[in-house]
């Protein structure tokens, strides 16, 4: 054998021999797994506080750009929102019309429902006139 094989062939049994007991010590010991992790830790809680600073003014930037198109969406479309409101107040009000309206003839409308077919009729007839039955 040649001396610059015979180096190449100790330095790769070497480095066998360190990879396979860092791999058994992981593997068997509890000391040596919780180190390693604590080690993962420490650096991912460095990692951290060096991006804190980047993440806020991210943050902050995003918040900005949100709250300035949002602002130019409303300029720009403060006709149409307008109307969006005024239509909307219109149903409602349309709405509470119809339920104020559907109160006031439960209490004091002239008209019962058919306990037969279940639709409107008048308050005092003898017989539904939509199927006839007897009231
Ligand atoms: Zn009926």
């Known amino acids: 054998m040649s001396g ?6 100790i330095v790769g049994i070497a480095l ?3 990879i396979f007991t860092y791999v058994m010590m992981i593997m068997f010991s509890p000391k040596a797994r919780s180190k390693i992790i604590a ?9 951290t506080d060096m991006s804190k600073d980047d993440i806020e ?5 995003l918040s900005g750009a949100s709250i300035n198109s949002k602002k130019r969406i409303l300029d720009e479309n403060e006709d149409t929102l307008k109307d969006i409101k005024d239509a909307e107040a219109r149903i409602n009000k ?3 019309k119809e339920t104020a309206g559907a109160v006031k003839e439960g209490l004091f409308g002239s008209t ?12 005092d007839s003898k017989y539904c006139k939509h199927c006839g039955g007897e009231l």
Do not use: P, W
Request: charged share 25%; glycine share 8%.
């Open 57 to 61: 003014e991210m943050l902050t930037n």
């Open 39 to 47: 080690r993962q830790v420490k650096s991912l809680r460095g990692a």
């Open 94 to 96: 349309d709405a509470i």
């Open 112 to 123: 019962v429902y058919c306990k037969h077919c279940g639709k409107q009729i008048d308050k």
């Open 4 to 9: 610059g094989f015979m180096i190449f062939f």
């Open 16 to 18: 066998f021999i360190f």
